[in-house]
Structure formats: structure tokens, C-alpha cells
């Protein structure tokens, strides 16, 4: 019986998918040609970098990437709703804290250079938030119950700086009379910077806090759930 | 360049972000962000009311390039709900949680998802209503999960899988949008739209990943348990806005943006799928033993009831009667949300009170709240359809124009789920009238009882008596 349903839905799922790969057939052939492309290529001298990545997530679509900056700060807000983290691993050997002592300094200057070389070639706020994020997680895997992160009321602060200055920056265009997030093409080029880096120390920040687990002990005091 | 629509988003967020650096003031700056916003989208709608629509291209750069954002009558009257049940939902909360622990956790969280509601309603960009989906879908979980409760955690738990599912079945819809016609902007779409598998096989998928969002029958199975194991504040968020928003999702594609490609039977499938989440939805809040399961069961109805107008509408031909019909959806959607908040946030009192929300044991707890008692009454009144409220108006135009259309079977539909919804109000009721003594004070705890009796009052009088400027709101918006 159970056979006979598993048979069932793998044949459905297969119709399924077979179906969906006739119809993405179907669309190509519907000639969109290049879609965006050209048009965001056109508008790349405007925008003050020269990555057109970088462009689409910090200009042409900042709107969109401010958002998913708040999707991150939410599943972090998330986690910690959820409890208090538990106590940190065992203090590393020392082969294991060695090599930390030598790749964590290299993982934060390497996203400082990710960071930088965003403008014009691939790279930016998520790939350096990612490396950030990586050296906490090395961190804590070597006996660091903090991840290497500052106290909770740091902490806080550091996670909501990604999308504070990023919507500040909406708000002081708005309030420019240029429209929500219009850069002025003079000051495209550091506003730009100043987003992603704000975004880099945040997104490092949230990956290594989430991947603590739970809210950090400093927090616990409070204790009590409704 | 509106500057309204970009603040209806903004300021929320910024509010969110306070709460999540200074949690010991979050409650006081969450009620200040809350009354900043409803300011917000008191201007938003004024701009409605006297423009039509309004529109902003964000970032400096044009449609096909950029993200815009847009209101109109639909987007502007949901809005409005949404406001109103926000605030009334942070006042309530302010007084709710006993932990200050919870409560520092509500404020940020709740305050994001009012930030990704507002934005869902004024998205115009397919992918951009993804990105709205995903912080709205993420707060609503960690938010249900707030009371902490392995029943809590599981249900939300799976809510947020489902959720992500129905996300990512959206995205591919859009995927295969931009494949085909290179935009994902709104307006752009609905000119260039064409009927053919690949719009079909796009509306199916996004449809259905919103269906599972909306929780229309039979994707509603998680529902049940998600609502009603969340915090009361929160329970009505998540019925009364949150499966809204993914509904309204499903009515800007079928009558907005892919207008053209809905056929007759397509849209007949939806109204059937809509009878039986009626049918079934209510039968199960009749049997539910559990006040907020009822009000969570009675949720899935609801959202059947919504589904009904689609096949009329598919029948009529634009016009006045189109136009009227439109409007009653509209009203049908503005009550539920109203009334089924107010239903949660008084059944969360009458469990904080009682120390459950067993039914049948319900007796001398809600004879001792008066006005949490009144406030299930009128909310009751508004699920019945019961004259004078927003839901009654709907009602009847339903059902005329399903009489005009000759699609008279829906009308069985509708009387089975009246008929239903007002056994399970009076069952409830009727444990309210047993013969304890009756305190002497009508309100027993003004800051969480009155925003619930308030939001109640609202879908039964308001909504019901003063729904005429809905028509000017709607009809100026060109009413989809």
C-alpha cells in the first residue's frame, strides 16, 4: 500500500517536473532576448560603481536588498526569542587554536578587501558579512562561547546597523526632495560604501549570533516566558 | 514621487529597530511607532481618496529597471485594517504579556511585520512582494511562537516550512514570468500578459504557493494549530492580517495583473475550493472544543467566503454591478479582519482569566468580563452576517449577484455557512448566560478590553452603517 502511494506521488512529481521544464522550454523560446541586462548596463555609470551586482542590489533594487537585510535581522530576533544559547564547545587543542590564531585575522581582511573591491568586481556586503560570520563561527567551534562577538548591548546595536543606515539613507534623499534611496550621482559612489559597510558588520554580526544559537548569557538574568 | 507610500514602510521598520536596540523602552517605543505609522497610512489614504492612486519609483529609476510602489482603492482600504488592528492589537499587547522578557521580544518582531505588511500591500514588483513574503512569514512564526510552549514551537515550526514552501512555489511562478516577458513590474505585466502555458502554468504556481499562505481548503491544515497556540495579540495578527495579505496577493493576480489569462473554469475551481473551505472551515469551529481553535477554524471559512466572489466576478462584465460586487468582497475582507481580531484578542482574556479556553467550561469566566462577552457578541454578529454589520452588506450583494449570474448553487453554499457560523457563535454564547452573579463594573481591564470591544464595534457598526465611502475609496481606484 505504501509502495503503491510512494509509486504514485514519484510519477505525479515526475509529470510534474517534466511539465515545468516543457513550459521554461516554452518561455525561453518566447524571446524576452536579454531582458534587464542591457538597461542596467546603460544605467552602470550612473550608479557610481562599476559592478553591476553591486548596482542591481544597491541601486537599482536597494529597496529590495534593504528588505532582505530586515529578513535577516528577523530570523536572528527569531532565534533569540526562542531562549538562551547553550554553554560554548571545549577549549580547542592547540593545533585547532593555532590555526584560529592565524585564519580569523586572515578571514576579517579578507572581507574588509571584499567589501572594498564590491564597486567593480564581484564581492560586496554579503560576501564580506559571510566571511565575517565565518570567523565567529571558527571561533566558537574553538571554545569562544561568544564567537568572538561584544557584549548583548553591542550586539543589538550592531545587528540593526545594516538597516538603520540604509533606511536613514532612504529617509535623508526623501527628505532631499530626490525620492526614497535616489542616490545624487555626486554622493552615489560613498553612500553606496557606507550602506554596505554597515551591512557587512551586520550580517557578520547576525550569522555568528545565530549560529551561537540563542541569546547570549548576559541576557538570561531576566528569565521568566509569559 | 509620493513620499507617503516609501514612510507607510519606513517608519515601522525604523520603530523595529529602536525596540530591537533599547529593549527596555520597546514598549514604549513601540506604541509611539504604532501611532506614527496609523498617522502614516491616515496620509496614505487621504492621497487615495482624493488622487485615485498613488505611485512612487524608488531609488531614482523607472519601472522596468527599478522597484515601484503603488496604492489604490483595494491596497488603501486593506491598509486601513491593517492599521487599525495594529494598533489595537500593540495597545492590547502593552497590557498582555506579564514577562518582560516576552514583551521585549514582541515589540521588534511585531513591529518588522507590520513594516512587511505595509510593504506587501504596496509592493508593484513580483519579486518584491517574494522579499515582503519571506520578513512577513518569518516574524509571524517566531511571533506565534512566543509563548514558548512545545505546541507552540511544533505548530509554528511547520507553519514557517509551509510558508517557505509556499514562497518558493510563488518565486518559480515568477521565475518564469521574467523568463518569458523580461519585468516583474505590476503595471508593465498586466499590458503585456498574454493567455498561454506559460502565464498559466506562472498564475498556477503563484497561486497555489499563496494558497498554501492563505490557508484556502485544502491547504489549511496548519492553520488551526499555528493560530491558536500563538500569544491572543498575536493570534489575531496572524488571522486577521497575515492570511489576508496572502489573499490579497491572490486578487491583485486574478483580476489585476492576469486578468487576461483567467478562464471561467479556473476561477470556478477557486469558488468550489472556497465552498468547501466554508462548509468544512465552519463545521470544524462548531466542533472545536477550544475558544481559539473555533476562532482559528472559523478563520478558514472566512477566507472560503472571499473565494466565492471569484467566479461571479469572472461572469460580470465590467460595469456598476461589477464595481458593487467588488466592494462587497472588500467589505467581507475589512470585517473578518476586524471582527476576528477583536474574537482573539477577548478569547485570549477570557483564557488569561479562566486558565483555559475549554468551551463547555466557559460559563462563570466570561459572565465575570462584560464587555469581553459583549466584544465575542458583536464579533460573532459581524461571522454570522448578521445585520447591521460590514459582513451582512456583503453577504446580500453575494448572493444577488450569484442569483443574476445564475450560479444559484453558491447560494446553499453561503446559507450552510451562516447557518453554521451562528450555531458555533451561540454555542459560546450561551455559556455567558448562566445564572452567576454579575459584577457590577462592565469593564474589568480598560487597556486590553476596550481596543478588543473597539475593533469588534468597528466590523459591526462602522463597516456595516458607514460603508459608503469603501465605493468612493474602491471606485476611484478604478476597482480592479
Known amino acids: 500500500m505504501r509502495r503503491a502511494a510512494s509509486l504514485i506521488i514519484g510519477a505525479i512529481i515526475t509529470a510534474l517536473a517534466l511539465w515545468l521544464l516543457w513550459v521554461l522550454q516554452t518561455a525561453l523560446d518566447m524571446g524576452a532576448g536579454p531582458r534587464l541586462a542591457e538597461q542596467a548596463f546603460a544605467g552602470l555609470p550612473t550608479t557610481g560603481v562599476s559592478n553591476p551586482v553591486t548596482a542591481v542590489l544597491l541601486s537599482y533594487r536597494g529597496y529590495d536588498t534593504l528588505l532582505e537585510l530586515g529578513v535577516l535581522l528577523a530570523a536572528l530576533l527569531g532565534i533569540w526569542s526562542l531562549g538562551v544559547a547553550s554553554p560554548g564547545f571545549q577549549p580547542a587543542g592547540v593545533v585547532l587554536s593555532g590555526m584560529v590564531r592565524l585564519v580569523v585575522p586572515l578571514l576579517v581582511l579578507t572581507g574588509g578587501y571584499l567589501l572594498w573591491v564590491g564597486g567593480y568586481a564581484p564581492g560586496g556586503a554579503f560576501q564580506a558579512g559571510a566571511l565575517l560570520g565565518a570567523a565567529g563561527v571558527v571561533m566558537r567551534l574553538a571554545g569562544d562561547e561568544t564567537a568572538g562577538l561584544p557584549g548583548i548591548r553591542a550586539q543589538r546595536w550592531l545587528i540593526v546597523a545594516g538597516v538603520a543606515v540604509f533606511v536613514l539613507v532612504g529617509l535623508a534623499t526623501l527628505a532631499l526632495g530626490q525620492g526614497f534611496l535616489s542616490y545624487p550621482q555626486a554622493w552615489s559612489k560613498w553612500l553606496i560604501l557606507a550602506i554596505e559597510t554597515a551591512a557587512t558588520v551586520a550580517i557578520g554580526t547576525t550569522l555568528a549570533a545565530a549560529y551561537v544559537g540563542g541569546r547570549p548569557w548576559s541576557h538570561a538574568v531576566v528569565g521568566g516566558r509569559d | ?480
Open chain 2, 1 to 480: 514621487m509620493d513620499a507617503s507610500l516609501a514612510l507607510a514602510v519606513s517608519v515601522p521598520l525604523i520603530g523595529g529597530l529602536l525596540a530591537t536596540a533599547l529593549p527596555k523602552r520597546a514598549q514604549g517605543l513601540g506604541l509611539l511607532a504604532s501611532v506614527a505609522t496609523v498617522l502614516v497610512v491616515g496620509w496614505v489614504m487621504a492621497g487615495v481618496w482624493q488622487q485615485g492612486s498613488l505611485h512612487a519609483e524608488l531609488g531614482g529609476w523607472a519601472a522596468p529597471l527599478g522597484i515601484a510602489l503603488a496604492a489604490d482603492g483595494l491596497s488603501a482600504a486593506l491598509l486601513g485594517m491593517a492599521a487599525l488592528v495594529a494598533l489595537g492589537v500593540g495597545i492590547y499587547a502593552s497590557g498582555y504579556f506579564r514577562s518582560a522578557d516576552a514583551d521585549r521580544h514582541f515589540w521588534p518582531l511585531w513591529l518588522l511585520l507590520w513594516a512587511a505588511l505595509n510593504g506587501l500591500l504596496l509592493a508593484a514588483d513580483l519579486f518584491n512582494i517574494y522579499v515582503t513574503l519571506e520578513l512577513l512569514g518569518l516574524t509571524a512564526a517566531a511571533l506565534g511562537a512566543l509563548t514558548g510552549t512545545v505546541d507552540a514551537v511544533r505548530a509554528n515550526l511547520r507553519y514557517l516550512l509551509v510558508g517557505l514552501l509556499g514562497s518558493m512555489t510563488y518565486l518559480l511562478g515568477v521565475a518564469l514570468v521574467y523568463t518569458s516577458y523580461g519585468t516583474l513590474d505590476l503595471g508593465l505585466l498586466s499590458n503585456a500578459l498574454e493567455p498561454g502555458p506559460v502565464a498559466a502554468t506562472a498564475l498556477v504556481l503563484m497561486t497555489a504557493g499563496l494558497a498554501l499562505k492563505a490557508a484556502l481548503f485544502p491547504l489549511h491544515f496548519w492553520l488551526p494549530p499555528a493560530h491558536a497556540n500563538a500569544p491572543a495579540p498575536v493570534s489575531a495578527a496572524l488571522s486577521a492580517l497575515v492570511v489576508k495579505a496572502a489573499f490579497y496577493l491572490i486578487l491583485r493576480l486574478w483580476l489585476d495583473v492576469f486578468a487576461p489569462v483567467v478562464t471561467p473554469s479556473a476561477a470556478g475551481l477557486m469558488g468550489m475550493l472556497g465552498a468547501l473551505a466554508v462548509i468544512w472551515g465552519s463545521w470544524r469551529a462548531l466542533r472545536a472544543e477550544r475558544l481559539k481553535l473555533l476562532a482559528a477554524y472559523s478563520t478558514v471559512a472566512q477566507i472560503g467566503y472571499l473565494c466565492l466572489f471569484l467566479p461571479l466576478l469572472q461572469a460580470l462584465p465590467p460595469g456598476a454591478e461589477r464595481d458593487d460586487l467588488f466592494v462587497a468582497l472588500v467589505l467581507m475582507a475589512l470585517t473578518h479582519g476586524l471582527a476576528k481580531a477583536g474574537l482573539f484578542l477577548a478569547a485570549g482574556l477570557v483564557q488569561r482569566s479562566a486558565g483555559h479556553d475549554r468551551i463547555d467550561d466557559l460559563g462563570g469566566t466570561a459572565q465575570h468580563m462584560p464587555a469581553t462577552t459583549f466584544t465575542i457578541a458583536l464579533a460573532g454578529t459581524a461571522l454570522i452576517g448578521l445585520p447591521p454589520s460590514g459582513s451582512f452588506v456583503g453577504k446580500w450583494i453575494l448572493m444577488t449577484s450569484a442569483l443574476e449570474s445564475g450560479q444559484w448553487w453558491w447560494i446553499l453554499v453561503i446559507a450552510i455557512g451562516t447557518l453554521l457560523a451562528a450555531a458555533y457563535v451561540f454555542r459560546v454564547l450561551s455559556r455567558a448566560f448562566n445564572l452567576e452573579p454579575t459584577p457590577r463594573s462592565f469593564v474589568t481591564q480598560a487597556r486590553t478590553e476596550v481596543p478588543a470591544l473597539l475593533l469588534a464595534l468597528t466590523s459591526v457598526a462602522v463597516l456595516g452603517l458607514a460603508a459608503d465611502p469603501l465605493w468612493r475609496l474602491l471606485g476611484a481606484g478604478g476597482g480592479a
